[in-house]
């Protein structure tokens, strides 16, 4: 009997990734090469190898790029200072921020505004957690904390007990925050909650699909890079799960002796991984394992976010 491969519903791409490489295309498109970067503008190779291969340049810095050049901001948005020293010198930028990251900036600005203390879920370096720690009004009146794990949340001080909001990070695992938001609820009583999770709804149905999956499989491959903050959770899941996991961004990163182990295998792939790698992965292994590909869940996801008006 042949093996089967189940693929994950929904998986891949989501609405901000979308936008995000749209508007680096279209730019392209309207301005010719090159188009300037802040940044990987989503957490994939293959996606930012294409990029390149059209006349994209991917910087860190805004220092590096030259006068009257076309700007981009990546997915995961950037500081209040980078964007106004983008102004300053006058570049023609455009805005690539997914969306459902600007609501946390607004979150942040807003509950700085109400002279609250702030602390944020997330993990440090993520160009993410950056931007949003950069959007913070600097004043007396309040701070910024980042808290990274369950340890951190029950050691953490803070001086306005009574005045204190969470924000978090999108990408993140959905049950590992839901602990850490219990244990600062548990400790400051009157803390300020997202009337809706920031966790993007992208992030959790993929997180949603993969712990089905784990039920059902022993081996679960997720198409995503290294430095993917939501593929690394979706790979971190499966395991908790009970579930053999690995993340790869191409066919010939997997270990094919220790594939024949498997009975069950499912595919599944963060949200800045493209379908055609999906696809191209899935049906490499059909061929080596002579397995059947079978489509698992649905993918209700409708959600559609609106280019910059200058690039429609």
Known sequence: MNKEIKLANPRGFCAGVDRAIDIVNKALDIYGAPVYVKHEVVHNKVVVNDLKDRGAIFVEEISEIPDDSVVIFSAHGVSSEVEEMTKLRNLNYFDATCPLVTKVHMEVRKHAKASRDIILIGHEGHPEVEGTMGRHINSGNSSIFLV?????AEKIKINKKDHLAVVTQTTLSVDETKSIIDILKRRYPDIVVPKKDDICYATQNRQDAVKQLALESDYIIVVGSKNSSNSNRL????????????????FLDL???????????SITAGASAPESKVIEIANSLKQHLDANIREHGEDNENIYFKMPPELR
């Open 255 to 265: 270990d094919f002796m220790e594939l024949k182990k498997y009975s069950n295998i």
């Open 148 to 152: 990274q794990d369950e340890n951190e």
């Open 235 to 250: 790979k971190e899941l499966a395991e908790k799960c009970g579930c053999k996991s690995i993340l790869i961004d191409e």
